[in-house]
């Protein structure tokens, strides 16, 4: 019975003796197999990043002019259409000048009128035989007939609508052969180096946007955001939405026009973010992930979700944490598993 127990105890010690061997022997054999790759590391860190409030908006010109004549007569000649740029004193619309040329001469003839009773009552009045009354009402006649003379003129000059301003015409309401009248409009001339951003925010933060913030305005239809600056807080909200007006200034570009939608991100406050370069991110068939290093110093394939992106760097919302490692640009290509050697990294 005793050589019986003796003979399972052996048994026992020598399966156990075997397995240990066996397990050392794989871990061997796997270690062996291990790859190893140098590429480039990097540890993140969260850092602080914008808060953003978004609304919408339009791109404006600041600077619009209304362009009228100043005398009633028909358009005989329109210079310009939309699209055109202009230039300050600029011919832009010829008004028929008949009736204005017309009383220009009747204001003429009315001066050497009066100017040839003012010469006769002032040799009678030298003789005696006039009052120096009459003289003097010969001096107011012939004073008016020369105001009347200037402001004849005047309106004659004003046959050739000029631009005030250096522009561009973005609107023609009247065509050759309409009646001009004062006051009414005939062009529209924008000032495309003066543009402004109008939107509209909401009254909960209406506290936290002040004159001279800089606010990201980012035009969809030309994948860009551009800095502006805020220039005006209207403190009063609108009596339908409840909301308030603010303008933003905005740097003239080549591609930005006015009429472009327009999204304006104000800064209202800062989270913590992590972000990472554009390079360092895999792309498969749009699912995005990152090879980071484990405590081991392996890699491991990590799925991310990206969020804002800031010139290179793209904020990551999930799969990544403050302190991680990340791992690219690896010699052998990177794999999940591989033994990392850091190169001109951290």
Known sequence: MNTLKQSTTWVALFAAASLLSACSEEAAHQQAKLQITQAQTMQ????????????????ASDHRVSISAQISGYIKAMNVREGDKVTAKQILVQIDPTDAKQAYLQAQADLKDAQADLKRFQELAASGAISSQKVDKAKLRYDVAKANVA?????????EVRSPVDGVVVEKRLSIGDLASPGMPILAIEDPNSLLVSTYVSENYVSKIHEGDAVDITIESLHK????????????????SHQFLVKVALQPAADIHPGMFAQA????GERDAISIPKHVIV????????????????????LI???????DQVE????????????WNGKPDLKSGMKVQAVNGQ
């Open 265 to 268: 991100g104000f800064r209202v």
């Open 151 to 159: 402001r004849a003129k005047n309106q004659l000059s004003y046959a």
């Open 283 to 302: 792309d498969r068939s749009g699912l995005y992930a990152v090879y980071i290093v484990d405590q081991d110093g392996l890699t491991q394939y990590r």
């Open 305 to 311: 979700r990206l969020g804002a992106i800031q010139g």
């Open 44 to 59: 993140i860190h969260s850092t602080q990043v914008p808060v953003h409030y978004t609304t919408s908006g339009a791109v």
């Open 316 to 327: 990551v919302v999930s799969g990544l944490h403050d302190g991680d490692t990340l791992a």
């Open 225 to 240: 955001t551009f800095e502006g600056t805020v220039r005006q807080v209207v403190q009063a909200a609108d009596p339908v």
